[in-house]
């Protein structure tokens, strides 16, 4: 599964080096789309001459993009990047933001469907507690009897709830996003 850095803009949800190197250690992001980020960050800071930036720039095929990433992390303030950090769950959660806002907008004529692309993204994202009240496949932990309403109902029942998580999510991140 691999998205582009458009969803973020899309959403206006902030992104930097940390979040593409994550998004590239998670499977995420290719290097063309890091190749096309360094790009218009040398178009926006063309003052700059960090060498690792440019070679990312530069985009050849037989660059180490993840070793390049680490590299201009290294000569930020990001000192360690480990997958239990703090500074890599609110990378990984701007990553599943940005997914699931574009299967909102991607799938808002097809519910079912939509539904189905988000437990996909739940099972890749290593099936987050937080996701579960909207997974189309589990048992409703709040006491919620879906036998006891029609499909639709049901149906109609996972967008909300998928809609609110989208809300709070957005506010938990900080970000100035609408959808």
């Given at each position: 599964?691999?998205?582009?850095?458009?969803?973020?803009?899309?959403?206006?949800?902030?992104?930097?080096?940390?979040?593409?190197?994550?998004?590239?250690k998670?499977?995420?992001?290719?290097?063309?789309?890091?190749?096309?980020?360094?790009?218009?960050?040398?178009?926006?800071?063309?003052?700059?001459?960090?060498?690792?930036?440019?070679?990312?720039?530069?985009?050849?095929?037989?660059?180490?993009?993840?070793?390049?990433?680490?590299?201009?992390?290294?000569?930020?303030?990001?000192?360690?990047?480990?997958?239990?950090?703090?500074?890599?769950?609110?990378?990984?959660?701007?990553?599943?933001?940005?997914?699931?806002?574009?299967?909102?907008?991607?799938?808002?004529?097809?519910?079912?469907?939509?539904?189905?692309?988000?437990?996909?993204?739940?099972?890749?994202?290593?099936?987050?507690?937080?996701?579960?009240?909207?997974?189309?496949y589990?048992?409703?932990?709040?006491?919620?009897?879906?036998?006891?309403?029609?499909?639709?109902?049901?149906?109609?029942?996972?967008?909300?709830?998928?809609?609110?998580?989208?809300?709070?999510?957005?506010?938990?991140l900080?970000?100035?996003?609408?959808?």
């Amino acid at each position: 599964m691999s998205f582009s850095t458009d969803i973020f803009k899309k959403s206006k949800i902030n992104y930097n080096w940390t979040t593409l190197y994550v998004g590239l250690k998670l499977g995420l992001v290719s290097n063309s789309d890091i190749t096309k980020y360094a790009i218009e960050f040398l178009t926006s800071h063309p003052d700059s001459n960090n060498q690792n930036i440019i070679q990312l720039a530069w985009g050849e095929y037989d660059f180490d993009c993840e070793e390049l990433l680490m590299n201009v992390l290294n000569e930020s303030i990001v000192n360690e990047l480990s997958s239990d950090s703090d500074v890599w769950q609110v990378e990984k959660r701007k990553w599943r933001l940005g997914i699931l806002s574009y299967l909102k907008t991607t799938y808002q004529d097809d519910y079912e469907e939509m539904l189905n692309k988000i437990a996909e993204v739940y099972a890749d994202m290593d099936y987050p507690e937080d996701m579960e009240d909207f997974i189309n496949y589990l048992t409703p932990k709040d006491g919620y009897n879906p036998l006891l309403y029609s499909h639709e109902e049901n149906v109609a029942r996972l967008v909300n709830l998928f809609n609110s998580f989208l809300d709070k999510e957005k506010q938990n991140l900080g970000n100035e996003i609408t959808f």
